[in-house]
């Protein structure tokens, strides 16, 4: 149980578009989903918390303007990365947190994004 | 605030040797501790975890003990595989930090035949 999936695995873009990648609790309901980014070799780094209903909490030094997330149900949240430049390139993972489970979180598979 | 620092990498060990990859914390309340495992190009996966002190989180010869005295979760592994080359974070999650998880930076392993 409690599987995270990411869609799209893998994306290119031209800069200046804007991508969405989502994040799905498959078998159960995610009241808080968080956004990680990792550079290569490195670790995760929180960029927001998403919560359903609810606007996302950013960390310090991310840009919500520039990462909306939406969390519109219970297994759902997305990440927009808006008019993407080469330096967003990056790998973004996505969990989901289970109330009840000593927060535990359930990570998705991961998002390459290339920005050429 | 929360940290988490590991052991530095990389780590280079023969098929069978034994494992020990350090982690101590600092946490202003009463976290979980856990070991997440991430094979190249794919998400984090959950080793194992320990939810109070003196708890022993155990997963596929994989052992961490929560040693709230030194505050550490210690990561061992009796004879590691080539299959067991990958990068391990250890993390912490404070219900008192709204859930949010505090990652070290990640040490990466590699098991030769």
């Known amino acids: 149980g409690a599987v995270v999936s990411q869609h799209p695995s893998w994306v290119i873009c031209k800069s200046g578009t804007s991508v969405k990648i989502e994040c799905r609790s498959l078998d159960f309901q995610a009241t808080t989903m968080f956004w990680y980014r990792q550079f290569p070799k490195q670790s995760l780094m929180l960029m927001a918390t998403s919560n359903e209903g609810s606007k996302a909490t950013y960390e310090q030094g991310v840009e919500k303007d520039k990462f909306l997330i939406n969390h519109a149900s219970l297994t759902l949240s997305t990440l927009t990365v808006t008019s993407a430049h080469p330096e967003d390139s990056s790998f973004y993972i996505c969990s989901a947190d289970t109330s009840g489970h000593y927060n535990e979180q359930f990570f998705g598979p991961g998002t390459r994004l290339t920005v050429l | 605030g929360n940290s988490v620092t590991q052991m530095e990498g990389p780590v280079t060990l023969s098929e069978e040797a034994f494992l020990t990859i350090n982690c101590t914390y600092t946490?202003?309340?009463?976290?979980?501790l856990f070991w997440y495992v991430q094979y190249p190009g794919e998400g984090l996966q959950l080793l194992l975890k320990?939810?109070?002190?003196?708890d022993k989180g155990s997963n596929k010869g994989f052992e961490a003990t929560y040693r709230k005295e030194t505050t550490s979760f210690h990561l061992e592994k009796g004879s590691v595989q080539v299959s067991d080359s990958a990068v391990y974070f250890c993390?912490?999650?404070?219900?008192?930090?709204?859930?949010?998880?505090?990652f070290g930076d990640g040490t990466t392993l590699t098991v030769k035949p």
């Open positions: 946490a202003t309340g009463y976290p979980s």
């Open positions: 320990a939810t109070k002190a003196d």
């Open positions: 993390a912490l999650s404070d219900i008192t930090n709204a859930g949010k998880s505090t």
